[in-house]
């Protein structure tokens, strides 16, 4: 019998977690965090917390159901924060069981690890390519298949038993018209439908939109209509967008080098993830470049304010996050932000009342300085109701336990399936945080 | 020729304040403050910030347009902060003149002037009764009109010139069945519409809503319904609604005895409304007690933790303001809130992105902690866009200029004025902060 | 073992059948219709239509999956037509069978089957009193609780097996203070809940409306601000409501008594469900009339156009249903509708975009000749969230099975019982129509 | 002085009509039907009612503010029915005075006039090229200029007069990668804000859209990601879109081309607006046919049915109008529409209530018969409020008079004037129909 583990991200966007277990042995997918619930508690600093703290707040999985048993393998599906941010809290409580992920994702673990300040992580990590299926136990073996997201390599996980594949599908979309030429394994899941899915665990954050999402193509099409027309006659250009959105940096890249101006990459965590992409090859930094330390922001924000009709900054602090550098100029602080600017968020407003708030003061205090802003050149790397109901027809599953989503879009994903033939109760599974579904 | 300076509520529901001119004197109307402008910059101090930069931030108004007039009264419509809250800075520009409201009004308008801490305010301030006429120049007099709102003693400010009135309704409702007693004077309301309104300059914050604002007893229904059948069965029982909302707490008081609890009233601005409102007989505190002190507030909170089942709490912060007391609860502070209490918000939330950010932190910490919530047990003190047309086909006026409202708001009444006969640019006039418009 | 055969209600708001089955042996609650599955199709006439026809169309409950099971009786909780409205095509199925309800709802009941043209249905039907346990076989006895909902004598239906009751709740509200003197039998409830609730099957209509519904006094006292200040300075008053909304009608009654009015209920469905409860006792007609035929409703709507401040006129036609007697008027017959009249709609409008559209257009041809509007004089008839967490923890049942709603209304029903502790898919079930809950 | 009579379109999205006077003389720019209106009232045939009687229903615009003046010239913007539909009822109020348009839109016209069953309609009708000036009187000149909406060959009218140009949109949007070719010409609009813009007559039916309204090609995407991906596997393809919309056709039968499949459009406008679209060289109908007579249609969906693997079906009905190809398929005529089949909705729901009921009912009847449905494959084809700031900036006109659009779309307009530094009342003014703004 397999036994699939929900231990979190089933009552909320955020923090995942999943294990799927056969015959004793557990292969666990993702251990995210949730940043929502560590905005709600001012004083939380998540790098000096200790793991119980942040559980008891909600903030990253509580891993008790699973903590005992014999874990033979952690997988992570890409590397989002959501899915690998609690690995530093939650990788010691399974010493020595090897972490699998691309390697985009694991190098991102492994600043994950780096800046961890409470414990040590001694777990093996590799870096797996697209196709390979690795043997983590005589029962069973994991693969991770090519799938497109907002961020570079992301993967379904694939748990092989004995008793037939489990499908984790990560956080994913169906891009088929990718810039960077990233594109879903579609012959691999048509194959892995044939050989038989025992169990799908769909992410299920999108599947309220009732129709497909649109390829990042578009997103790109947005920016070009925008920039290389209106903005051909801008004087100050700032674009803000995911710091791990390296396929939207590119074509950001690729427009200021269309218009003639330089690229300028303002924020840590824009360099963080650009820097780890561009050692991989994943990104073309060619007319531009990012600074990263507080004195060179300083410096080439009051370089570009000087000459801005030949800059485009790209800054980080799209939903109005304390600390960023659009929040700060917004301050009034780093660059004389007025009038003469335009800002593009390349990125919509995460739904969170908090984020809500953030994105509003943000926005308050440049409409006060007179700033231009264009909203929405975006779109979700998330699959919508189609895209959803194209997979399982692609897979054809026997039994699905919805995962990433609150009640509300577990239940909306139920009922997709119910339309499909599934019924609720018993072969989908609406499940909760730290509770178990058994297979039969 | 009448000139209605619109100086400050006609981009925004709070910070109001209007001019009426006349051959060359002025009354002014108002002189609020805008709170949620000063959550924005979270360094402000309002008490310790000077005018000029408190206008800078949007947080009071910006009296320019009339500072070097001939004003010759000041008069205050009732007594909420976004309509007296800006006394103590903007009082000062006008020295001498006279300030007039209702004795709840003035009282409160006092209180504002003693806090300051930057100006002096030396203006004579006269607390006027309902019906009396005061000639405050040779060619203007004013009025106090009694209407119903969600604080004691509101009033619609008549100024009568030689060429007809001037209606400002101030914030009102059309209450039938208050249960304080306070009523609408429509007898003088249609009086007024008889001798002929020259301008009405209404309010206009609740002009969507498509039918009648129900009376405040509706809303002491919804709260007895819920406290004297299910609330019988209850440990702990904590309401929280507007300080200033007398006949609410009105209400809370008298159901606690009913009840056989006792009702505490915690919190300063608690224990400030209804001081002032005791001093003046407009509410019977028998079977209450309000306390106010850090100290008393901690030993009253000990001391009902130890025997919920016989009181009922009465607190502040039902938007999940920082430092109110259910905010300081929900932090774990001042009273172990727990699976035993109940929540009962007799408020709607303010729909501004800041407001619903801390009204959400508050709920979810309520809920982390297993606090049950029963929310919504409230009517609303704005008058709806039937009751509007209503007081239009009463006082029949020639002119409108709606007020205090965002531009959305101010356009929506315009249309109700259309679908009466009026038209937008010639009989009635959408306007913005700081312009002026002239009747002819 | 205790199987729930959610026959019917469980994918849609109507339409409403269960069947409670016990060692082989069923008792059915309820045989409703769904109009809006009829309107969809525009050539469809109910009485004259076949049973299977309806089915296939979705606009009666496929009853196929308890067809051949023991039927031992038929149990109506109230007398709404999604509740009783199959009856005439679905009785005759079960020949023999009883059918028990309270009179009113078996006094309508009766009438369906009277105008039935297709079958004839040969059941006996019984009165039932409210506390009565009947013994319908060996093994179960059924018992009408007395309850309050938006038509009189509505009822929740227990179910008493050897394994302990199950508990339908029919629809419903807590209503404490019914200006009709109705009120929820808490007290039996509670007993309920000591004795023990092996099922409870809740109506989940309302349950997305976070709060508590008020009392209908809460609409008596909306109807009298307008109708008793505004309207008494009214030439033509026109009042629409349910016909079925005994309470509603009473209070429109008083309040025309009350302002010298008569009041003057026009169309066949006021007079039919007005005659019955007249005959109960139900309603007190002094000071007004119904009248039904065709000819005598042209003649007094002629003579009330004459001297429309003598009257309040009670019509049909508050969804712009066609054919009805305010749908009518819009369209210029019957009533010279216009300028001097004032529409005032005690009901909300029914959230399906038919409706929406008949509504709509009613509502544009009312405004077209100048008709002054007034909506929403109304509250639910239905509980919301808080009120079924009340229900909850009064019955405290062993398992939950909900009903009467759409997929999502069922699964925040679930969401709700998860939050007072039970879990989805082990003891409480979201079902379909035609599927089977299995209690063990 | 110039006068802008807002004759029509200044209270709805339908019907519009605007005049343009100077001097005594008057350029009438489009005259327009409202559907919707006459969907009201299910009686009404427009070809066969007068024009006072449709006039009264609102369907047409009421021109009697203009009939006695001296016209000068009639000037269609492009040819949607609710900008040329009134001609054969209006124009013969003008006899003899020249129509001028673009080519397609001319032969709509006529068309227009052709069907007329009531009225001759004998003004003269020109063919004008863009960029052309025509001399209409001693005074007035007329131009035509080049912008890009979802029918071909669509312009901004320019009325020339001594005091400065009155420039009036259209309906458009700025498509700078419209698959056709076709480009706003931003050279013509940058000229016009140098030489002078007097007055700016602009749509406003998009202005709520807070960003910039998406290229065609983001359709044309939508539509190649589903069509030659999912679509390869699909059997019976049916796609629905705007009979007008002569680009989204084109992509369609690329696509089908790319899909080895043949188009086939079926219905009766489908046929009227590619055929004359084709006679001018606009599409190319290569792999690709029309089928118009009810014979034919009939014909040519037996013979898809039965090969539907081969056909890519393009068909009206997109809102589920009554009559329509889709609408009747739904209700089981002319094709067996069932599991086997897809519809995708190339158009979105058009905002009124009956409109959502009657796609609902088609939605419902399609969902009834397991039909795949794909929504939303559409991008506008409106300006949304950041184009309109773009147009506002290019143009810098002197005065602003919103058109096209309900009361809350004008006052949205004027809220983005406002915040350019325009000033209600002063030069941007919210009109509504029948009025006149006087320019001074």
Redesign the interface.
């Known amino acids: 019998m397999i036994k699939i583990h929900t231990v979190s991200g089933y009552e909320e966007v955020g923090k995942n977690m999943t294990a799927v277990e056969y015959n004793g042995e557990v292969v666990i997918i993702d251990m995210g965090i949730r940043l929502d619930r560590v905005l709600?508690h001012e004083d939380v600093n998540i790098q000096q917390f200790p793991t119980k703290e942040l559980q008891k707040l909600?903030a990253i999985p509580d891993d008790s159901s699973i903590r005992n048993k014999k874990v033979v393998a952690i997988t992570f599906t890409h590397g989002h924060l959501d899915h690998i941010g609690a690995v530093a809290k939650l990788a010691p409580h399974y010493p020595d069981v090897p972490i699998y992920g691309t390697p985009y994702t694991i190098k991102l673990a492994k600043g994950e690890v780096k800046s961890e300040q409470y414990f040590e992580v001694k777990n093996p990590m590799y870096e797996t390519e697209y196709g390979e299926i690795v043997q983590v136990s005589e029962n069973l073996a994991i693969e991770f298949v090519r799938i497109t997201h907002s961020i570079p390599q992301s993967s379904m996980v694939v748990v092989h038993t004995p008793e037939g594949a489990v499908v984790h599908t990560g956080d994913f979309k169906?891009d088929?018209?990718n810039p960077l030429g990233e594109r879903p394994d579609y012959k691999r899941l048509r194959e892995l439908g044939k050989e038989g899915v025992k169990v799908l665990i769909p992410e299920s954050t999108r599947i309220e939109q009732?129709?497909?999402t649109?390829?990042e193509?578009?997103a790109q099409?947005?920016l070009e209509?925008?920039f290389?027309?209106?903005g051909m006659e801008a004087d100050g250009l700032i674009a803000t967008t995911f710091a791990s959105h390296i396929a939207r940096l590119q074509e950001l890249i690729w427009i200021a080098n269309k218009m003639g101006r330089q690229a300028v990459l303002v924020g840590r965590s824009l360099a963080k993830y650009t820097g780890i992409a561009k050692q991989l090859g994943l990104i073309k930094m060619k007319g531009a470049k990012a600074v990263r330390s507080p004195n060179a922001v300083r410096k080439v924000l009051k370089e570009v304010s000087g000459a801005r009709e030949n800059y485009l900054l790209i800054v980080t602090g799209h939903q109005g996050e304390p600390g960023a550098v659009l929040t700060r100029m917004a301050n009034g602080e780093l660059y004389d932000i007025g009038k003469r600017d335009t800002v593009v968020f390349s990125a919509g407003t995460i739904p969170n009342?908090?984020n809500?708030?953030?994105?509003?003061?943000l926005e308050?205090?440049l409409k006060?300085k007179g700033v231009?802003m264009?909203?929405?050149?975006h779109v979700s790397g998330h699959a919508s109701r189609?895209d959803h109901?194209?997979l399982l027809r692609m897979l054809n599953p026997e039994n699905i336990v919805p995962a990433h989503g609150d009640?509300?879009m577990l239940?909306h994903y139920?009922?997709l399936a119910?339309e499909e033939g599934y019924?609720?109760?018993r072969d989908v599974?609406?499940?909760?945080n730290g509770?178990l579904v058994e297979i039969r």
């Not at 809500?356 to 003061?361: G, I, K, N």
């Not at 264009?374 to 050149?377: A, C, G, P, V």
Request: charged share 30%; glycine share 4%; net charge positive.
């Open positions: 709600i909600g169906f088929n018209n009732p129709t497909k649109p390829s193509a578009v099409m947005l209509d925008f290389l027309y209106e009342p908090l809500r708030a953030q994105r509003y003061v308050t205090k006060m231009r264009i909203k929405d050149l189609e109901r194209y009640f509300r239940t139920a009922e119910e019924l609720i109760g599974f609406v499940s909760r509770y």
